[in-house]
């Protein structure tokens, strides 16, 4: 039997009654499929699982997003399953990563809220995250959620008739530098991007509308600089108010899964240096191939090889 209960008024579930380690089957995916149409963000509370396991899941959903690099020698083998992304604080061994300057730590970016990868080629669709390791959460490190369809909803509609056709322009490096972050000549060489364009309304396949803003969206196409700038963070203030958040306290074997399409996240400080968070994420694009952006931007001559 599976239950789902509500998390937040407007927003958010825990599906109750999954077990992920067993062959995933077709009513598995469309319970999940739903739910997430309908509450934009899923937890799923289970014992532990393999990373195998995950990523099966995953694929239930979508091709997988694959990490920068992936299969290639610039990426290191580390101690979980190449496919992921890792969110934790971490290195490739297993040992806790020592403080950088506040100026040059990428990770300090997703405390601002965001949408994984917008400023990727290929759109990325859900992200499905799982805490192995979670310290307490009096220490820190809950991750907050927001449904940007219930923001769209309340904006006058002054506002609404305004953005319908607006386009914005994600880029990651702007964003981390609107964030706070001075990126040194070797992060940039290290992490290649190139801006790209998504809708600041984007329609759900329910119908439903959502704000598509965000860390990585630094402007709108068409509008000065600073007049883009203004009105992607009026959305986003608009969007990160209070009543809108659902804060989730991890449980380690927690698995949560957002929309990135219509839900938007943030990490909350904690003191990396003094707790373990080994936090893995399967991200599934809306539609194949599955690459890495990396490769997307060799093929189309952008990136140099
Ligand atoms: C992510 C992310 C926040 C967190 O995995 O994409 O933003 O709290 N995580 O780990
Ligand atoms: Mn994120």
């Known amino acids: 039997m599976i239950t789902i209960n509500t998390l937040h008024p407007l927003f ?108 990727n080629p290929l759109p990325s669709k859900w992200s499905l995250l799982r805490g192995v390791e979670c310290p307490p959460s009096e220490v ?49 060489r290290t992490f290649f991007q190139h801006p790209v364009e998504n809708k600041l309304v984007r329609t759900m396949d329910n119908g439903r509308k959502a704000i598509f803003v965000g860390g990585h969206c630094a402007g709108v196409v068409g509008m000065e600089e600073d007049e883009g700038y203004e009105l992607v963070e009026q959305l986003y203030a ?16 927690d698995i949560v899964i957002w929309e990135n399409r219509c839900a938007l996240h943030a990490a909350t400080p904690l003191p990396t240096d003094k707790y373990r968070r080994d936090m893995r994420r399967v991200t599934i694009n809306e539609s194949g191939p599955e690459m890495d952006s990396y490769t997307y931007w060799r093929e189309k001559g952008i990136m140099p090889h």
């Open 12 to 119: 958010g579930a825990e599906i109750v009654g999954l077990d992920l380690t067993a062959e995933p089957t077709e009513q598995m995916r469309a319970t999940v499929e739903q739910a997430m149409s309908d509450y934009a963000v899923c937890v799923i509370r289970q014992g532990p699982i393999t990373d195998e396991q995950h990523i099966r899941f995953g694929r239930l959903f979508g091709p997988l997003e694959l990490p920068p690099g992936y299969g290639t020698a610039s990426r290191k083998p580390a101690f979980y399953a190449p496919e992921m992304f890792f969110a934790g604080n971490l290195d490739p061994d297993g040992n806790i990563k020592p403080l950088v300057p506040e100026a040059e730590n990428l990770a300090k970016g997703a405390e601002r809220f965001h949408a994984d990868s917008s400023f």
């Open 140 to 188: 820190g490190g809950d991750t907050l959620f927001i449904d940007t369809r219930a923001a769209y909803d309340d904006l006058p509609d002054e506002m609404k008739a305004r953005i319908e056709d607006l386009v914005g322009i994600h880029d990651f490096w702007k964003g981390r530098i609107r964030a706070g972050l001075v990126p040194t000549d070797e992060m940039r």
């Open 238 to 253: 608009h969007c990160v108010q209070d009543k809108y958040i659902y804060r989730h306290q991890w449980r380690q074997g």
